[in-house]
């Protein structure tokens, strides 16, 4: 059979746009499927079919990892900021229903939530980043 490859599972792509954007992400991911691989094994299961879930990823990668980094200093470093806001934009721009709603949850109400980050990181945020912010904002008190 030939055509285009198949597409990869909403946690895959996570995955992958992280390895790619973050590679300060790429020890923390490795560790994470080793740690999977790990408890699979206790358990004697097969393990999750998709590795480590892609809110797990996003919350330690790009939020735990990138933000935490991102956000301890008084002047942002510019080039972590711009490759945080393409990882936000790509997975937005997925087309893949729960990669947007992990986004949504793990992302953009931790931006909103914690309104200074998200004062300081405003500037670098795409189209699609601005627009999940416009629909969400509602929910929360601040200046947006």
């Not at 301890?72 to 893949?96: M, Q």
């Not at 601005?130 to 969400?136: C, F, G, L, Q, T």
Request: hydrophobic share 40%; net charge negative.
């Amino acid at each position: 059979m030939t055509g285009s490859p198949p597409e990869l599972s909403g946690h895959r792509f996570v995955r992958e746009v992280l390895w790619q954007e973050l590679p300060e992400g790429r020890s923390l991911i490795t560790a994470l499927e080793e740690e999977e691989r790990r408890l699979s094994a206790d358990l004697d299961t097969a393990g999750s079919p998709y590795g480590v879930g892609m809110y797990q990823l996003a919350s330690d990668v790009l939020v735990g990892r990138a933000f935490g980094q991102l956000f301890a200093n008084d002047e942002l470093d510019v080039d972590l900021a711009r490759r945080c806001a393409t990882v936000i934009e790509r997975l937005l721009g997925s087309g893949r229903p729960a990669v947007t709603e992990m986004v949504s949850v793990r992302i953009t109400d931790h931006l909103l939530g914690y309104i200074q980050p998200w004062l300081r990181f405003k500037k670098f945020a795409g189209p699609l980043l601005k627009a999940e912010v416009e629909s969400r904002k509602r929910y929360y008190t601040g200046p947006f």
